[in-house]
Protein backbone atom coordinates (compact mmCIF):
# COMPACT_ATOMS: atom_id res chain seq x y z
CA UNK A 1 0.00 0.00 0.00
CA UNK A 2 3.28 2.53 0.19
CA UNK A 3 3.45 2.65 -3.08
CA UNK A 4 -0.36 2.84 -4.16
CA UNK A 5 -0.14 6.79 -4.00
CA UNK A 6 2.86 6.98 -6.46
CA UNK A 7 0.73 4.72 -8.44
CA UNK A 8 -2.27 7.02 -8.35
CA UNK A 9 -0.55 10.40 -8.96
CA UNK A 10 0.96 8.34 -12.09
CA UNK A 11 -2.78 7.68 -13.40
CA UNK A 12 -4.21 11.25 -12.67
CA UNK A 13 -3.50 12.42 -16.07
CA UNK A 14 -5.47 9.48 -17.42
CA UNK A 15 -8.67 9.15 -15.27
CA UNK A 16 -9.81 6.15 -17.36
CA UNK A 17 -6.79 4.12 -15.47
CA UNK A 18 -7.62 4.66 -12.33
CA UNK A 19 -10.30 2.55 -11.75
CA UNK A 20 -8.05 -0.13 -13.19
CA UNK A 21 -5.06 0.70 -11.08
CA UNK A 22 -7.64 0.33 -7.81
CA UNK A 23 -8.43 -2.73 -9.50
CA UNK A 24 -4.99 -3.86 -9.75
CA UNK A 25 -4.60 -2.81 -5.63
CA UNK A 26 -7.67 -5.20 -4.56
CA UNK A 27 -6.55 -7.80 -6.60
CA UNK A 28 -3.26 -7.44 -4.67
CA UNK A 29 -5.23 -7.80 -1.37
CA UNK A 30 -7.70 -11.17 -1.74
CA UNK A 31 -7.86 -12.78 1.22
CA UNK A 32 -9.75 -15.80 0.59
CA UNK A 33 -10.14 -17.44 4.00
CA UNK A 34 -11.57 -13.29 4.97
CA UNK A 35 -14.18 -13.47 1.66
CA UNK A 36 -15.49 -17.16 3.02
CA UNK A 37 -16.07 -15.87 6.40
CA UNK A 38 -17.24 -12.28 5.69
CA UNK A 39 -19.45 -13.37 2.95
CA UNK A 40 -21.72 -15.84 5.65
CA UNK A 41 -21.87 -12.43 7.87
CA UNK A 42 -23.23 -10.33 4.85
CA UNK A 43 -26.48 -12.05 3.38
CA UNK A 44 -27.67 -12.07 -0.46
CA UNK A 45 -23.62 -10.81 -0.82
CA UNK A 46 -22.23 -12.74 -4.02
CA UNK A 47 -19.73 -10.29 -5.71
CA UNK A 48 -17.56 -9.77 -3.10
CA UNK A 49 -13.51 -10.58 -3.59
CA UNK A 50 -12.65 -10.75 0.03
CA UNK A 51 -10.44 -7.12 0.65
CA UNK A 52 -10.11 -6.55 4.59
CA UNK A 53 -12.14 -3.42 5.52
CA UNK A 54 -8.70 -1.43 6.63
CA UNK A 55 -7.15 -1.74 2.75
CA UNK A 56 -10.78 -0.48 1.79
CA UNK A 57 -10.06 2.19 3.87
CA UNK A 58 -6.28 3.32 2.41
CA UNK A 59 -7.48 2.81 -1.21
CA UNK A 60 -10.83 5.41 -0.32
CA UNK A 61 -8.78 7.54 1.32
CA UNK A 62 -5.83 8.03 -0.88
CA UNK A 63 -8.06 8.09 -4.19
CA UNK A 64 -10.21 10.49 -2.40
CA UNK A 65 -7.32 13.21 -2.07
CA UNK A 66 -5.98 12.59 -5.66
CA UNK A 67 -8.76 13.16 -7.74
CA UNK A 68 -11.97 12.05 -6.60
CA UNK A 69 -14.35 12.81 -9.43
CA UNK A 70 -12.53 10.54 -11.53
CA UNK A 71 -12.46 8.19 -9.35
CA UNK A 72 -16.06 7.65 -8.96
CA UNK A 73 -16.89 7.58 -12.27
CA UNK A 74 -16.28 3.75 -13.47
CA UNK A 75 -17.18 1.47 -10.46
CA UNK A 76 -19.03 -1.34 -10.90
CA UNK A 77 -20.99 -1.05 -7.99
CA UNK A 78 -22.26 -4.62 -8.33
CA UNK A 79 -18.82 -5.46 -6.52
CA UNK A 80 -18.95 -5.25 -2.46
CA UNK A 81 -15.39 -3.90 -2.28
CA UNK A 82 -16.14 -1.42 -5.29
CA UNK A 83 -19.12 -0.27 -3.70
CA UNK A 84 -17.46 0.60 -0.19
CA UNK A 85 -14.83 2.28 -1.38
CA UNK A 86 -17.11 4.51 -3.84
CA UNK A 87 -19.24 5.07 -0.81
CA UNK A 88 -16.33 5.38 1.84
CA UNK A 89 -14.50 8.34 -0.47
CA UNK A 90 -17.78 10.68 0.25
CA UNK A 91 -15.92 10.81 3.81
CA UNK A 92 -12.55 11.37 3.20
CA UNK A 93 -13.07 13.89 -0.55
CA UNK A 94 -12.07 17.83 0.35
CA UNK A 95 -15.87 18.90 -0.72
CA UNK A 96 -18.06 21.31 0.08
CA UNK A 97 -21.23 20.73 2.53
CA UNK A 98 -23.67 20.60 -0.78
CA UNK A 99 -21.24 18.35 -2.52
CA UNK A 100 -21.42 15.78 0.01
CA UNK A 101 -24.77 16.05 0.31
CA UNK A 102 -25.58 15.40 -3.43
CA UNK A 103 -22.62 12.66 -3.46
CA UNK A 104 -24.63 11.34 -0.78
CA UNK A 105 -28.24 11.91 -1.83
CA UNK A 106 -26.52 9.33 -4.92
CA UNK A 107 -24.78 6.66 -2.80
CA UNK A 108 -27.09 6.26 -0.42
CA UNK A 109 -29.84 4.18 -2.42
CA UNK A 110 -27.11 2.28 -3.73
CA UNK A 111 -26.41 0.96 -0.62
CA UNK A 112 -27.32 -2.94 -0.64
CA UNK A 113 -26.19 -4.34 3.05
CA UNK A 114 -25.55 -3.72 6.72
CA UNK A 115 -21.50 -3.69 6.03
CA UNK A 116 -21.32 -1.32 3.37
CA UNK A 117 -24.22 0.93 5.05
CA UNK A 118 -22.30 0.77 8.53
CA UNK A 119 -18.73 0.86 7.53
CA UNK A 120 -19.39 4.07 4.80
CA UNK A 121 -21.15 5.89 8.00
CA UNK A 122 -18.25 5.71 10.05
CA UNK A 123 -16.05 8.07 7.66
CA UNK A 124 -18.92 10.98 7.41
CA UNK A 125 -16.85 12.53 9.99
CA UNK A 126 -18.20 16.02 8.40
CA UNK A 127 -21.61 15.72 10.07
CA UNK A 128 -19.96 16.76 13.57
CA UNK A 129 -20.05 20.13 12.35
CA UNK A 130 -23.13 22.09 10.86
CA UNK A 131 -25.27 19.68 13.26
CA UNK A 132 -28.84 20.85 12.66
CA UNK A 133 -28.62 21.02 9.21
CA UNK A 134 -27.08 17.78 8.73
CA UNK A 135 -29.66 15.97 11.36
CA UNK A 136 -32.93 17.99 8.71
CA UNK A 137 -30.95 16.17 5.48
CA UNK A 138 -31.30 12.66 7.98
CA UNK A 139 -34.28 12.87 8.99
CA UNK A 140 -35.84 12.00 6.03
CA UNK A 141 -34.58 8.66 5.07
CA UNK A 142 -35.96 7.31 8.18
CA UNK A 143 -39.60 7.18 6.52
CA UNK A 144 -38.13 6.12 3.45
CA UNK A 145 -39.65 2.81 2.32
CA UNK A 146 -36.09 1.58 1.63
CA UNK A 147 -34.53 -0.41 4.64
CA UNK A 148 -30.85 0.53 4.21
CA UNK A 149 -32.09 4.00 3.26
CA UNK A 150 -33.76 4.02 6.76
CA UNK A 151 -30.50 2.33 8.28
CA UNK A 152 -28.08 4.65 6.74
CA UNK A 153 -29.82 7.41 8.69
CA UNK A 154 -30.25 5.68 12.10
CA UNK A 155 -26.33 4.37 12.23
CA UNK A 156 -25.31 7.81 11.17
CA UNK A 157 -27.57 9.33 13.88
CA UNK A 158 -25.98 6.60 16.05
CA UNK A 159 -22.64 7.77 15.14
CA UNK A 160 -22.71 11.55 15.38
CA UNK A 161 -26.09 12.88 17.16
CA UNK A 162 -26.38 10.63 20.34
CA UNK A 163 -25.44 14.47 22.63
CA UNK A 164 -27.45 16.24 24.87
CA UNK A 165 -29.37 18.64 21.71
CA UNK A 166 -30.21 15.79 20.15
CA UNK A 167 -31.37 13.07 22.19
CA UNK A 168 -34.49 14.24 22.91
CA UNK A 169 -35.32 14.16 18.87
CA UNK A 170 -33.40 11.04 18.25
CA UNK A 171 -35.65 9.10 20.59
CA UNK A 172 -39.09 10.81 19.01
CA UNK A 173 -37.70 9.82 15.61
CA UNK A 174 -36.74 6.18 16.32
CA UNK A 175 -40.21 5.86 18.06
CA UNK A 176 -41.82 6.63 14.71
CA UNK A 177 -39.35 4.62 12.73
CA UNK A 178 -41.94 1.43 11.69
CA UNK A 179 -40.42 -0.93 8.77
CA UNK A 180 -40.42 -5.21 8.83
CA UNK A 181 -37.10 -4.32 8.37
CA UNK A 182 -34.80 -6.85 9.96
CA UNK A 183 -31.54 -4.66 9.51
CA UNK A 184 -33.48 -1.26 10.35
CA UNK A 185 -34.92 -3.02 13.50
CA UNK A 186 -31.52 -4.09 14.57
CA UNK A 187 -29.89 -0.81 13.63
CA UNK A 188 -33.05 1.17 16.19
CA UNK A 189 -31.97 -1.55 18.99
CA UNK A 190 -28.54 -1.04 18.71
CA UNK A 191 -28.89 2.91 18.70
CA UNK A 192 -31.55 2.82 21.21
CA UNK A 193 -28.81 0.69 23.54
CA UNK A 194 -26.26 3.64 23.27
CA UNK A 195 -28.77 6.36 24.15
CA UNK A 196 -29.08 4.42 27.40
CA UNK A 197 -25.47 4.21 27.83
CA UNK A 198 -25.20 8.30 27.49
CA UNK A 199 -28.91 9.00 28.61
CA UNK A 200 -30.39 6.69 30.73
CA UNK A 201 -32.82 8.14 32.18
CA UNK A 202 -34.19 10.00 29.12
CA UNK A 203 -33.96 6.60 28.20
CA UNK A 204 -35.84 4.50 30.30
CA UNK A 205 -38.48 7.18 29.97
CA UNK A 206 -38.36 6.08 26.37
CA UNK A 207 -38.61 2.40 27.07
CA UNK A 208 -41.32 2.73 29.23
CA UNK A 209 -43.53 4.49 26.58
CA UNK A 210 -42.23 3.76 23.29
CA UNK A 211 -44.46 2.66 19.73
CA UNK A 212 -41.67 0.15 19.11
CA UNK A 213 -42.69 -3.07 17.46
CA UNK A 214 -42.21 -6.26 20.44
CA UNK A 215 -39.21 -7.38 18.52
CA UNK A 216 -37.35 -3.87 18.14
CA UNK A 217 -38.38 -3.05 21.93
CA UNK A 218 -37.09 -6.45 23.22
CA UNK A 219 -33.67 -6.54 21.09
CA UNK A 220 -32.80 -3.29 22.35
CA UNK A 221 -33.26 -4.05 25.71
CA UNK A 222 -31.28 -7.40 25.25
CA UNK A 223 -28.73 -5.03 23.70
CA UNK A 224 -28.56 -2.81 26.89
CA UNK A 225 -28.48 -5.64 29.20
CA UNK A 226 -25.24 -7.36 26.98
CA UNK A 227 -23.41 -3.85 28.15
CA UNK A 228 -20.54 -3.97 30.39
CA UNK A 229 -21.42 -0.30 31.54
CA UNK A 230 -24.47 -1.37 32.53
CA UNK A 231 -24.86 -2.18 36.43
CA UNK A 232 -26.33 -6.05 37.32
CA UNK A 233 -29.17 -4.11 39.08
CA UNK A 234 -30.52 -2.16 36.08
CA UNK A 235 -30.01 -5.40 33.64
CA UNK A 236 -32.44 -7.32 35.82
CA UNK A 237 -34.99 -4.34 36.50
CA UNK A 238 -34.76 -3.55 32.78
CA UNK A 239 -35.63 -7.46 31.80
CA UNK A 240 -38.62 -7.43 33.86
CA UNK A 241 -39.87 -4.84 31.26
CA UNK A 242 -39.38 -6.74 27.86
CA UNK A 243 -42.44 -7.58 26.11
CA UNK A 244 -44.28 -10.95 24.77
CA UNK A 245 -43.85 -11.46 21.22
CA UNK A 246 -46.35 -13.01 19.19
CA UNK A 247 -45.58 -15.49 16.80
CA UNK A 248 -42.15 -16.50 18.19
Known sequence: MKLFKERILKTMKEPHKSTILI????QEHIDET?????TSLVPGLTKMMGVRIPVLREIAKQAAKEDYHSFTEDFNLEIYEELMIRGMMIGYAKLSIEEQKTELRKFVPLINNWAVCDSCCTTYKFMKK?????FSFLTPYLSSTQEYEIRFAVVCLLDFFIQEDFIDRILSCFSSIHHDGYYVKMAVA??????????????????????LDDFTHNKAIQKIRESCRVSKETKEKLKQWKRKEENL
Open 23 to 26: RSVL
Open 190 to 211: WAVSVCYVKFPEKTESFLLQNT
Open 34 to 38: YRQFH
Open 130 to 134: NQEEW
